[in-house]
């Protein structure tokens, strides 16, 4: 695909993609030839654990055998804690600081009710009754816990229901349409109490919808933990086609691209964005490509299989770009409401939500940097209307680059400098922290497979299915079988891996090159430096909030630091670091 030299990668960037892929694909093939000899199927957990080093060293010159060249580092979740499977407090904490922290959101009505046509998709109620959650709700009813906001959702539902039939005509892959509810305790964590589990409704005498709970005997352990795996999946599948590749490569593009045509080199608007909006157009060229493609690793890997794009479509029918900043998104998610008291003039329900905590100060600071370098080049609303490169730049961003959205009536004005404010300050949110949240996490979260799947093989049998016999002969290997094969997994990291990986001359936010283009206005230098300072006071204020062991989201035993909004960062896999731009 082309793409314009001005916005190619440079040498350094090239080589540093080309050695990820050179060193996924030598840790994919030694695991590939391996078990093309012996088995590609999963017998035990020990199978999986052979696919990591048996160690981690810091050392420049670490000692490892052959083999372990080959191998992969193990994630931080595998690293901090020997469980096979998804506990229950670490499935609660990874909805709010994982590697998809943005798809929480507050129950408002229960049942929970489906918006989807119900002729075509049957009947909008959901299976979830008071009976399945009551005994744990801490001597709550469910309406007294929706008043209190305590019950939270991972509502899956509406987003794969319509795929269902598609993805499982496949023989290796199996899918539900999937809903969580999640109780906030008064330690502040999320604990799941609920799962319901939908097919499409095609036979009138069989139920669609069924619900687990955690587990009371050995056989409902290991339903929880297929449910819990089946939402993983959706999880994982909403993650990279909405999350990720929509709501930051893709819908960011129309605004990059708008600017080139109609902003001059040393337009100020320009100037301010061109860091945010650096070798995004070649990675997402290459994303087409390799990942999103027909027949790509998406489709290969993951549960939505050609439905993949379909389903991608289908969200950005609901994207608006006013919900993208961070207090607006979490005030519609229902995780936040507006109060003038608080910091950042929002209150969060969940107060230990790491994601949002961190975020918040980085919002905060970018919205003082641009409300300084907005204020000095427009400073009343005459200058904004007076610009026709400006106005047509956002012009073009809407109706030719958001063409099928173009005539919604959420699209925030251009008039004064507040709403240019608020509009740079999203887009720099989204190609910095947001995009940063959502892709440097995804090898240490999502890197060993029985924790966080990306598809599933097989369905939860119910008494009268044929395989019922063989899930209660032998669960684990039931579990085993619903997982990627081994060769599949190691695919998996290997792209995990390379997607998680900060290049050599990764740029930070609070890195601002070129400042001698502002050498005429002192004002903005100094709003540079004062946002530079900001970055290194963020930083040390996150690791003082991994330090806290009131914060169980990010602190205590086996625990990982949420560090995925710390600014800086190494070259490598770190699970940290906020580049300025969408860079890979």
Not at 223 to 230: D, G, N, S, T, V
Not at 317 to 344: C, Q, Y
Not at 424 to 439: C, F, Y
Not at 519 to 524: A, D, L, T, Y
């Amino acid at each position: 695909m082309y793409v314009p030299r001005d916005e190619a990668f440079g040498e350094e960037k090239k080589r540093s993609v080309d050695a990820g892929s050179w060193k996924g694909m030598m840790n994919n093939l030694f695991p590939f030839f391996k078990h093309s000899i012996e088995s590609d199927s999963v017998n035990s957990f020990a199978d999986i654990k052979k696919l990591y080093k048996e160690s981690r060293t810091h050392s420049n010159f670490p000692v490892e055998s052959t083999a372990d060249a080959f191998k992969f580092d193990p994630p931080n979740i595998v690293s901090r804690d020997a469980s096979c499977c998804l506990r229950d407090d670490e499935f609660g904490r990874f909805t709010l600081a994982g590697m998809n922290p943005i798809s929480i959101e507050r129950l408002k009505v229960f049942p929970p009710v489906s918006k989807l046509d119900p002729s075509i998709y049957g009947p909008t109620q959901s299976a979830l009754r008071e009976e399945h959650l009551i005994s744990h709700l801490e001597g709550m009813s469910v309406q007294k816990a929706i008043e209190r906001k305590k019950l939270f959702t991972l509502d899956y539902h509406d987003a794969f229901l319509p795929f269902l039939n598609s993805i499982n005509a496949h023989p290796d892959r199996k899918a539900y349409a999937t809903r969580t509810i999640f109780l906030l305790t008064q330690m502040g964590t999320l604990k799941p109490i609920a799962i319901e589990l939908s097919l499409p409704s095609t036979n009138p005498f069989k139920p669609s919808k069924q619900v687990i709970t955690p587990p009371v005997d050995a056989t409902t352990c290991w339903q929880w933990q297929l449910a819990k795996a089946h939402v993983c999946s959706n999880d994982s599948g909403a993650h990279e086609l909405i999350q990720h590749w929509l709501r930051t490569h893709a819908c960011m593009e129309p605004f990059i691209i708008a600017a080139r045509r109609h902003l001059s080199a040393m337009h100020p608007i320009l100037k301010l964005l061109h860091p945010h909006m650096r070798y995004t157009m070649d990675i997402n060229a290459r994303a087409r490509e390799l990942l999103v493609s027909a027949g790509g690793i998406i489709e290969t890997l993951f549960s939505t299989k050609e439905c993949s794009m379909e389903i991608t479509s289908f969200a950005y029918k609901n994207w608006r770009f006013d919900m993208e900043s961070l207090p607006a998104d979490l005030i519609r998610r229902g995780v936040a409401e507006l109060d003038p008291t608080e910091p950042h003039g929002i209150k969060l329900l969940i107060e230990d939500y790491p994601y949002a905590n961190d975020g918040l100060l980085i919002w905060s600071a970018i919205e003082r940097l641009v409300k300084d370098y907005v204020n000095y080049y427009y400073p009343d609303s005459n200058s904004i209307r007076s610009d026709p490169e400006l106005n047509t730049w956002y012009y073009d961003s809407i109706n030719v680059g958001h063409a099928d959205l173009r005539h919604e009536s959420w699209w925030p004005n251009l008039s004064t400098p507040k709403d240019l404010v608020s509009i740079l300050t999203t887009l720099i949110w989204i190609s910095s922290a947001k995009h940063a949240a959502l892709n440097f996490g995804q090898y240490h979260y999502g890197g060993y497979v029985p924790v966080r799947p990306s598809y599933m093989r097989r369905l939860i049998p119910n008494e009268d299915d044929p395989e019922y016999q063989n899930f209660i002969s032998d669960p684990e290997g039931y579990f085993l079988s619903s997982l990627p094969s081994l060769r599949e997994m190691a695919f998996l990291m290997s792209i995990l891996e390379i997607l998680s990986t900060h290049s050599e001359d990764e740029e930070y936010l609070g890195d601002r090159k070129e400042l001698s283009t502002w050498r005429g206005s002192p004002e903005i230098i100094e709003a540079f430096y004062r946002f530079s300072m900001e970055m290194k006071a963020i930083e040390k204020e996150v690791e003082k909030r991994n330090s806290d062991t009131k914060l169980r989201n990010r602190c205590g035993a086996g625990v990982s630091p949420y560090q995925l909004l710390v600014p800086s960062s190494e070259p490598g896999v770190s699970c940290r670091g906020v580049p300025n731009s969408i860079s890979i």
